[in-house]
């Protein structure tokens, strides 16, 4: 066996330690921290339920303010007539569509379309004393991450009865 180079010392390059295997430990740590966040849901999808009401209607928001890219979920609009509604439309911020894929519509609305950006679903007639569900089924884009406004409106016809401010927040 041959001996070391004249420029390798066992003090310097063998017994000394220097920061660097903190920095790994350290590095080790961070990357264990995100699975162990992501089960506590600091990263999830839990919904939660926003609600507006007027003297004419109630609107209900079931939905989840924090989830991942890639994400499928589905948002439950509740409409709760306390008089008669003539023509119940659904008013979406853009920050329902933008950066999603809309699946689908359940049930399907009577008319369903767009204006400045926003998705209008109108849902016909509600009886008074009576609710109508609509359910939007998204799934996130993967590269949309950030927060972002997904404010709801409930008309009758052309009259705004309530708003929903909702905002939702995603991680990549």
Known sequence: MGTAPDTLT??????RRNGGM????IGVALLA?????ALFDVFGQRPETSTASAPAARLQLYAPSTARGGLMYTARFRIDAHRELKDATIVLAPGWADQYTVNGVSPQPSDETSQNGKLRL???DVSAGQHSTAYVSLQVNPTNVGHHRQTVWLYDGTTLLATIRHTITIWP
């Open 122 to 124: 109108s849902l016909g």
């Open 33 to 37: 921290a995100i699975p162990v966040l």
């Open 10 to 15: 066992l003090e310097q390059h063998r017994d």
């Open 22 to 25: 903190r920095l790994r430990w």
